[in-house]
């Protein structure tokens, strides 16, 4: 029996980098100048150099960006056939690993960041269906839940009456409709659906269809998949927040509840009941006062808290549980 030739590959390291700023949350994204669209940092992994994928990654951005990550978990392994590849390219294979990473947002790092052509860019700019922090999307009704429906009617096939009642199901379950509550974890699944009913740029791009047949663009496409290693990224970020501080990793060492609640809010996409929130934090215990305030505009000076470390030694799964939406 003869072997049959093996393609070579390349192992990427791509990193989902996010802080929050004014109350909203911010992803690192890099200029290419040989391409119109913006990517996750992202580079290739050497074994030669680096016993880890982590340590490579580490010493990559902080070398192009001087940003310090605190936080950083491994997401997953990107490897479908076809992708980071062009027309006539005949080069390795390339299999990224995503990774999840936490910094503080520093402005003095701003202009050096431009300056190597890396930006925050604000996240909902990419995925804009996922903020609800000001009520429910209203590209939802208008765009985006007809275009899914009609793409669930169009099924054919031999089985083309299961394959409806499959769409059907899982725009359901992906998007909160009827008795299915919106969960604001299930990101990658309503990316995937997009994708897979051709309805954003990078379906087009993939050549899965000529054109997404609507009229306004579904948020801002990135470079390969970075779009969708970004929606798995901020889905495994909702999710460690009900189980896990991460929340702090994005906070300065003082802060006060309003911009606790901004950050938790951002990342969520959801808006918080402020009474419900100050209860919610005080009975997990995560936080303790400084006994500083910090002067508020039109109102008393607002008291200033920080990170209670001693949780993590109290209890196995410190987070801030935020309750579910309503059914859409």
Do not use: C
């Not at 503080?104 to 925050?120: K, Y």
């Not at 990342?267 to 995560?286: C, M, P, T, Y």
């Amino acid at each position: 029996m003869t072997a049959a030739a093996s393609s070579p590959i390349e192992i990427s390291l791509d990193a989902a980098i996010v802080a929050v700023s004014g109350g909203n949350p911010q992803i690192l994204v890099v200029s290419d100048p040989a391409s119109e669209l913006e990517s996750l940092p992202f580079g290739p992994f050497d074994p030669a150099r680096y016993r880890t994928m982590e340590m490579s990654l580490r010493v990559a951005v902080e070398a192009r960006t001087a940003l310090h990550m605190g936080y950083i978990e491994q997401l997953y392994t990107f490897g479908d056939r076809g992708r980071h590849k062009m027309p006539g390219d005949a080069g390795p294979h390339l299999v990224s690993v995503g990774y999840l990473a936490l910094t503080r947002m520093d402005p003095e790092r701003t202009p050096a960041l431009s300056a190597a052509g890396v930006h925050w860019r604000d996240w909902y700019s990419y995925l804009p269906w996922e903020d609800w922090r000001q009520g429910r999307p209203v590209l939802l009704d208008q765009i985006i839940l007809p275009a899914l429906r009609q793409w669930a009617e169009e099924a054919g096939g031999d089985a083309a009456g299961a394959a409806r009642l499959s769409r059907r199901s899982r725009i359901k379950l992906a998007f909160g409709l009827d008795d299915f509550p919106f969960d604001e974890e299930r990101v990658l699944e309503r990316y995937e659906l997009l994708y897979e009913a051709g309805l954003i740029d990078e379906a087009v791009a993939d050549g899965r269809v000529w054109h997404t047949g609507l009229t306004a663009r579904l948020g801002v496409p990135m470079r390969f998949d970075h779009r969708r290693i970004m929606a798995t990224a901020i889905a495994r970020l909702r999710g460690k927040l009900k189980y896990r501080p991460v929340v702090f990793e994005l906070m300065p060492p003082e802060f006060t509840l309003t911009e606790l609640q901004a950050t938790v809010e951002a990342i969520s996409g959801r808006h918080l009941h402020k009474q419900n929130f100050r209860r919610l934090v005080e009975g997990a215990e995560l936080v303790e006062p400084t006994g500083g305030t910090m002067a508020a505009t039109g109102g008393r000076p607002a008291a200033l808290f920080r990170f209670r470390h001693r949780i993590l030694e109290e209890r196995p799964a410190p987070g801030l549980k935020v309750g579910g939406r309503s059914t859409g």
